[in-house]
């Protein structure tokens, strides 16, 4: 199984800052199957980036994923009040898919 | 709009079992992969199941593995997950999510979450 590890725990910027979030894979994902979810308190997760670096339909263009092999990236690239919440990557291109143990936003 | 609406969680004791429904609309249901994702209380997210559009292709976790069974009713537009032999580390928000075509393990919709607990 691929396990993924999500860096830094916790982020704490402001608003109009840049943030750069971090996961890195056990072993090498396949044809970059990673994927990237927003999930805020008390609500389902929201598909952002698949395939890396491909935007899920109706997500602004401040998110953005990459990387490949073993190191992939989620970059937000002026935050906003709402981008406070809990972030997920997901491989799925080995059984089984597994999620990272997420990195949480905090706007100051 | 597409809708996911999972019911069927509740309060059961260690063994005993519970069957939770996904309800679907506004999408062909027939023509997508459909999955369930657990949460435990203040953890991460884990994937339990996927059963493809006609159900022929089923997968399961380890963690669940011979307890549970999905399945599908694609003319009531319906997703199910049968859990037996339930166990207390089986606690958490069980969502409904949809794969999109060519796809298959990305989740680009979820419903709101059943929760269900395993306590004496």
């Known amino acids: 199984e691929i396990v993924l590890t999500q860096s830094p725990g916790t982020l704490s910027l402001s608003p109009g800052e840049r943030a750069t979030l971090s996961c890195r894979a056990s072993?090498?994902?396949?044809?970059?199957?990673l994927a990237w979810y927003q999930q805020k308190p008390g609500q389902a997760p929201r598909l952002l980036i698949y395939g890396a670096s491909s935007r899920a339909t109706g997500i602004p263009d401040r998110f953005s994923g990459s990387g490949s092999g073993t190191d992939f990236t989620l970059t937000i690239s002026r935050l906003e009040p709402e981008d406070s919440a809990v972030y997920y990557c997901q491989q799925y291109g080995s059984s089984p898919q597994t999620f990272g143990q997420g990195t949480k936003v905090e706007i100051k | 709009e597409v809708q996911l609406v999972e019911s069927g969680g509740g309060l059961v004791k260690p063994g005993g079992s519970l069957r939770l429904s996904c309800a679907a609309s506004?999408?062909?249901?027939?023509?997508?992969?459909m999955n369930w994702v657990r949460q435990a209380p203040g953890k991460g997210l884990e994937w339990v199941s996927s059963i493809s559009s006609s159900s022929t292709y089923i997968y399961y976790a380890d963690s669940v593995k011979g307890r549970f069974t999905i399945s599908r009713d694609n003319a009531k537009n319906s997703l199910y997950l049968q859990m037996n032999s339930l166990r207390a580390e089986d606690t958490a928000v069980y969502y409904c999510?949809?794969?999109?075509?060519?796809?298959?393990?990305?989740?680009?919709?979820w419903g709101q979450g059943t929760l269900v607990t395993v306590s004496s």
């Open positions: 072993q090498s994902v396949s044809s970059s199957y």
């Open positions: 999510a949809r794969s999109p075509k060519g796809a298959a393990g990305v989740f680009d919709y």
């Open positions: 506004g999408f062909t249901f027939s023509s997508y992969s």
